[in-house]
């Protein structure tokens, strides 16, 4: 039988690597300072290109965080954090355990982007970088009362909060919100009626449930709530999905989205109105998706708010908007 380096493979040949974790050894100051640490790597040990790197980080590292709504109500959400730095040609890596630690001497606070900023400066001094970004997205909730009925439920809303600092001092902040409505087309309603009218056939037009990603910029010192944004986007498309809902509510939503037929075109330019005319807001972009019930593949459309070096239209992850 042949020895083996891990495992025993007979009574006579035992492992040639004894194996064993010492729960009582308590690391001191002095083992820790005897620690290899490869950032201090010879820039020599760099494989491949020596070149700087845009973005390197952590992603999907979660943890509870507060925050505060419109009514100054604190809550407390379980949230996902991507953190990320530049890195310069000559150093090997950051330490991204220092990207979290960061986080953590300042998890009491509430998440505004003020906060963030002091997260980004704490984390580029520990790591020594010049560019660094950072993304907190959790999911909102926010009471949804019913059409007609006194009913009332919890709308839960995708969104994120980013801030930007360049190494030129700029900080810039950013919100990423999700909104669900529903799509009627004004084709297949025209269409329907015209069935109806000439040859007294019954159909129903075709409506689908679609997503809306809005991207904005606040103005520097403006504060803008997530309320705001839903209400934004609530004023500009009016048929947002619904929580609770009893008979006078479907009949309702019904007659709502016959109020408001739209393809995506409109969506778009309903929601651009919208947000263009909020003086907070100085840049942002709009994706819509209406997931086709009469395709086999979605329509889409992507808007802009057109500022000079700000957001492009150039938003291709429509997969992302699947709802």
Not at 115 to 124: E, H, N, P, R, V
Not at 168 to 186: E, I, K, L, T
């Amino acid at each position: 039988m042949k020895p083996m380096y891990l495992h025993q493979s007979s009574a006579d040949h035992p492992p040639r690597i004894k194996r064993s974790y010492d729960a009582t050894f308590r690391s001191t100051k002095a083992h820790r300072a005897s620690l290899p640490d490869l950032m201090h790597a010879s820039v020599a040990m760099i494989p491949g290109a020596r070149v700087p790197i845009q973005q390197v980080g952590i992603h999907n590292f979660r943890l509870p965080l507060k925050f505060r709504t419109k009514a100054g109500k604190i809550i407390t959400l379980e949230s996902s954090v991507t953190g990320t730095v530049s890195l310069e040609a000559e150093l090997k890596g950051i330490n991204m355990s220092r990207i979290m630690r960061s986080f953590y001497d300042h998890q009491r606070g509430v998440v505004t982007g003020e906060w963030i900023g002091q997260i980004l400066k704490s984390y580029l001094r520990r790591v020594e970088s010049k560019d660094a970004r950072l993304k907190v997205k959790f999911s909102y909730p926010m009471l949804q009362p019913s059409l007609r009925s006194d009913l009332e439920g919890w709308q839960f809303y995708d969104v994120a909060f980013e801030g930007v600092m360049t190494r030129d001092g700029r900080f810039r902040r950013f919100m990423h919100f999700d909104f669900v409505y529903s799509s009627a087309c004004p084709c297949s309603a025209e269409l329907t009626e015209h069935a109806r009218d000439t040859r007294g056939a019954y159909g129903v037009p075709h409506s689908q449930r679609s997503k809306a990603r809005i991207v904005l910029e606040a103005a520097e010192g403006k504060k803008i709530w997530i309320e705001e944004v839903q209400s934004h986007c609530l004023n500009a498309l009016k048929t947002e999905t619904q929580v609770m809902v009893k008979r006078e509510d479907e009949q309702a939503f019904a007659e709502l989205n016959g109020a408001h037929l739209k393809f995506v075109e409109d969506a778009a330019r309903l929601l651009f109105k919208e947000f263009d005319g909020d003086k907070r807001i100085v840049d942002f972009r709009i994706a819509c998706s209406h997931l086709e019930s009469l395709h086999s593949h979605d329509a889409v459309s992507v808007i802009c708010k057109g500022v000079k070096g700000g957001f492009a239209a150039d938003f291709m992850d429509f997969g992302s908007l699947l709802c």
